[in-house]
C-alpha cells in the first residue's frame, strides 16, 4: 500500500507538471533538454514532465523605453534630450527576440543616441524644437530597420522633452522679453501719435471757429459803431466828434470792466504814437541813473 500511495503521488505530481498556462499579451518559450522547442501563447498547455522547460515567459504588450541624451546644436548649444521609443515584440518571431539579443533595451538605446547625435548637430537650436518630429522620424526609421530582424517592432519613437542649459533658456526668455517690449513700444508710440494728430486737429479746428467768432464779432461792432455813428449825425453831431465819443465811452466801459474784477492783472499803458517811444527813454534813464548811484556808492 505504501508503494502504491507512493506511486499514485509521483502520478499525480507528474500529470500537474504536464500542464501549464500562458497568461493573456503573454509568450512562453518552452526548452527541450536545453534545446528551443516552441512558443506558445495565451492558453492551457501540455509539456513532458522533467524533460520540456519553460525557460523565459516573453510580454507582448507595448513596451517603453525613455532614453535621456546630451548633445550639441550647430550653434554650439548643448541641449538634454528626452527620447520616448515604444516598442513591442514581434508574436511569430519570439524566440529571436530572446536568443538573439541579450539586452534589447541597451541595443535600442545605442541606436537612439547615434541617430540623435547625428542628427541634431546640423540643425540650430530654434530648427531642433522646430524640427522635432523629423528627428523622432530619423530615430524610428533607424530603430525599425535595425530592431525587427531581432523580433522586436518599433511602433513610435517621440522627442518628448528638449530641455537647453539653464543660461541659454534665460537668455531666450530676455531676447522673448525684449521683443515683447519692442513691440508693445512700437503700439504705444503709434497710440500717442494718434493722440498728436487728435488733438492737433481739434486745436487747428477750435482755432478755425474761434478766428471765425471774431471776424464775426469785430463785424457786428463795425455794423454797432456806423449805425451809432449815423444816429449821431442824425442829432447833429459830426462824424469826428461821434468817433470821439464812441472812442471815450468804450474806454470808460473799459474801466469799469477792469474794477469790477478784484483779481485782474491787466496793466493800462499809453496810448499815444509816441508812447512806446517815451516809455523806451523813461527805461534807459532810469537805468542809467541807477548805474550811477551804484559807482558812487562803491
Keep these: 500500500m505504501i508503494y502504491i500511495g507512493v506511486i499514485v503521488f509521483f502520478g499525480l505530481i507528474t500529470l500537474f507538471a504536464s500542464f501549464f498556462t500562458v497568461k493573456q499579451e503573454t509568450a512562453a518559450l518552452v526548452e527541450r533538454l536545453g534545446k528551443f522547442h516552441s512558443a506558445r501563447h495565451a492558453g492551457l498547455h501540455l509539456k513532458i514532465p522533467f524533460i520540456d522547460q519553460i525557460s523565459k515567459r516573453m510580454n507582448l504588450r507595448i513596451q517603453q523605453l ?9 550653434d554650439n548649444v548643448f541641449v538634454k534630450m528626452k527620447i520616448s521609443v515604444q516598442f513591442q515584440v514581434i508574436r511569430n518571431q519570439v524566440a529571436d527576440a530572446y536568443y538573439r539579443l541579450e539586452s534589447p533595451h541597451d541595443q535600442i538605446t545605442s541606436y537612439v543616441f547615434d541617430v540623435v547625435r547625428a542628427e541634431v548637430p546640423k540643425l540650430k537650436l530654434d530648427d531642433v524644437f522646430l524640427k522635432k518630429d523629423d528627428i523622432a522620424v530619423a530615430v524610428k526609421a533607424e530603430l525599425q530597420e535595425a530592431m525587427q530582424s531581432y523580433g522586436y517592432d518599433i511602433i513610435k519613437a517621440l522627442v518628448t522633452d528638449i530641455d537647453p542649459d539653464d543660461q541659454v533658456k534665460h537668455a531666450m526668455n530676455r531676447i ?9 513700444a512700437e503700439y ?29 464779432q469785430r463785424r457786428e461792432i463795425a455794423k454797432g459803431l456806423e449805425e451809432s455813428v449815423k444816429m449821431l449825425n442824425a442829432a447833429g453831431i459830426s462824424a469826428h466828434e461821434a468817433s470821439a465819443l464812441i472812442v471815450v465811452t468804450q474806454h470808460y466801459d473799459t474801466l469799469h470792466s477792469i474794477g469790477a474784477n478784484n483779481r485782474s492783472n491787466l ?3 499809453p496810448n499815444s504814437p509816441t508812447a512806446a517811444s517815451s516809455l523806451l527813454n523813461d527805461l534807459v534813464t532810469s537805468m542809467a541813473v541807477s548805474k550811477k548811484i551804484e559807482d558812487k556808492n562803491l
Excluded at 522673448?176 to 508693445?184: D, F, G
Excluded at 498728436?196 to 464775426?216: F, H, N, P, R, T
Aim: proline share 0%; charged share 35%.
Design 66 to 74: 525613455d532614453v535621456l541624451i546630451d548633445t550639441k546644436t550647430l
Design 176 to 184: 522673448n522679453a525684449a521683443e515683447r517690449e519692442k513691440t508693445a
Design 188 to 216: 504705444e508710440s503709434e497710440a500717442q501719435r494718434i493722440r498728436i494728430v487728435a488733438v492737433a486737429k481739434a486745436e487747428a479746428e477750435s482755432k478755425k471757429l474761434q478766428g471765425q467768432g471774431i471776424a464775426d
Design 267 to 269: 496793466v493800462l499803458l
